[in-house]
């Protein structure tokens, strides 16, 4: 019996780890509790939040659609599209109660990133062009956009992005000269100057901006033929004719790209 009240001592313990470890206070300078953070869009839905806090989120693209990612967003030719996308995303954040967003990726796609998937691309330009369309499609729905911002970030990318849009909000568990640092264990809000956009804004078409994303990233590389070269969210970094898609949802599309039957959609972006 003493043995099974420690399984089930572990396992309770497990299960509110897994449920409350990546729900984090937000605070200000003076150390009072003005919000929560979360890492997961499950814990927003099931949380009891003070109706006076402010709420932020981290956003991981795989919980808005599995196969989403920052490479496929940085391969749409169409940048309307990708404030299109970022409006709705916003609109749906919005509607659970999320008052700012930290999101983005400033850091320059090399050869031998162990992820491609989650950068936007190898150009500095277009990560700022991409950065600056979600920020404003963001604040269009209502939902204070705060980029992530890392010691390893490309100059020029960010020069750029001040460039095309000013100042921006920051966030960065590295360098702590930034609007919200984060320590692993809270989020400090270090200038107390963060602003709650009051406006909620959008169409409700996030799967369909999704899938027009899908649609319009496959990516065609490579002249040298060696028989039907499919690569499902994978990039070709070779001579050998390929097309990269990142959607199952597209492939007899991304099949029909190989065959000539129909033009590339994106950009290749590596």
């Known amino acids: 019996m003493p043995l099974k009240r420690y399984w ?7 299960i509110f780890s897994f ?3 990546s729900i984090y206070d937000i605070i200000q300078e003076d150390n009072h509790i003005v919000g929560k953070f979360f890492h997961t869009l499950k814990d927003i839905e099931i949380a009891e939040i003070d109706p006076n806090y402010m709420v932020g989120y981290f956003l991981d693209l795989h919980e808005i659609d ?18 299109d996308f970022s409006r709705e995303l916003g609109y749906y954040l919005k509607n659970l109660g999320i008052d700012f967003v930290v999101f983005g990726n400033l850091m320059v796609l090399e ?3 162990d992820d ?23 604040e269009t729905s209502g939902v204070t956009p705060v980029i992530i911002v890392t010691s390893k970030d490309d100059r020029n990318a960010t020069q750029s992005l001040l460039q095309k849009g000013g100042s921006f909000y920051t966030y960065s568990d ?5 609007d919200l640092f984060f320590d692993g264990n809270n989020l400090y809000l270090q200038k107390n100057n963060l ?25 065609l590389t490579g002249w040298r033929d060696e028989g039907e070269n499919l690569l499902y969210r994978k990039i070709n970094t070779t001579d ?9 949802s597209v492939e007899e599309n991304a099949k029909k790209v190989f065959s000539g039957e129909l033009l590339p959609t994106g950009n290749k972006n590596w």
């Open 8 to 14: 089930l001592t572990i396992s309770t313990m497990l």
């Open 19 to 21: 449920t409350f470890g």
């Open 66 to 83: 599995s196969e989403l990612c920052y490479l496929a967003l940085g391969s749409v030719r169409n940048f309307s599209l990708i404030q």
């Open 111 to 113: 050869k031998d990133a």
């Open 116 to 138: 491609p998937l989650k950068y936007i691309g190898n150009s500095p330009y277009l990560i700022s062009e991409i950065i600056y369309r979600m920020i404003r499609g963001l």
């Open 174 to 178: 590295q360098i702590k000269n930034v």
């Open 195 to 219: 602003f709650s956009l009051p406006w909620n804004y959008g169409k409700g078409t996030l799967e369909e901006t999704i899938q027009e994303i899908f649609s319009n990233s496959i990516i």
């Open 240 to 248: 050998i004719k390929s097309v990269t898609y990142f959607s199952k």
